[in-house]
């Protein structure tokens, strides 16, 4: 057979799709990604990921055991490839830390961590219940209020579950392209 592997390079081929198949689903149970960015200020974000300035943009306190584990994703323009003749979490990490280069601007952090009932047994990641992440409860440190959004029912509901969270504000700058965060 592995005669015939190295010269049917479309035997190969249909294997390897066949295998890429298989994996994807198995990836897709037992990892769970929360992504991070830097950049508050950033209109691309706001438009993309808080419903077009609509939504709410939140600050963590990076000085816990949690999320000070965020990994930089890489801004890739092809696909990487998975070595599934390595049994190591480090060489297969990439595959979920990747990104097409036309989203760098993003500057994306990411936390990895494993869904608990497919989690591969002692695995020293974080894990997740039914996909939610147990975070520190001093880590949420403010809520950023979109421009778009309304600030005032959104501080009213940050002040009734998490009264010692700081709730922000984004403003658009007069004249320019930018926001700035009011405290």
């Not at 190295?6 to 149970?29: C, F, K, V």
Request: with cysteine; net charge neutral; glycine share 4%.
């Amino acid at each position: 057979m592995r005669a015939t592997l190295l010269t049917d390079r479309a035997r190969t081929a249909d294997l390897l799709n066949q295998i890429s198949s298989a994996l994807a689903p198995e990836i897709n149970a037992r990892y769970r990604l929360y992504c991070l960015g830097p950049d508050v200020g950033n209109l691309l974000m706001w438009a993309h990921y808080a419903d077009n300035h609509r939504g709410v943009c939140l600050e963590f306190d990076l000085r816990n055991d949690v999320l000070c584990g965020a990994l930089r994703c890489q801004y890739l323009q092809e696909f990487p490839f998975m070595k599934i003749y390595e049994n190591s979490d480090e060489a297969n990490l990439l595959i979920l830390l990747a990104k097409s280069g036309v989203w760098s601007y993003e500057r994306e952090y990411r936390l990895v961590a494993q869904e608990r009932v497919a989690a591969v047994k002692g695995a020293d990641t974080l894990m997740t219940d039914q996909s939610f992440l147990q975070l520190p409860p001093e880590a949420l440190r403010a809520v950023i209020v979109g421009c778009q959004a309304d600030y005032d029912n959104i501080r009213a509901f940050v002040q009734r579950v998490a009264p010692r969270v700081k709730v922000k504000r984004a403003v658009r700058v007069p004249n320019r392209y930018q926001l700035a965060i009011e405290e």
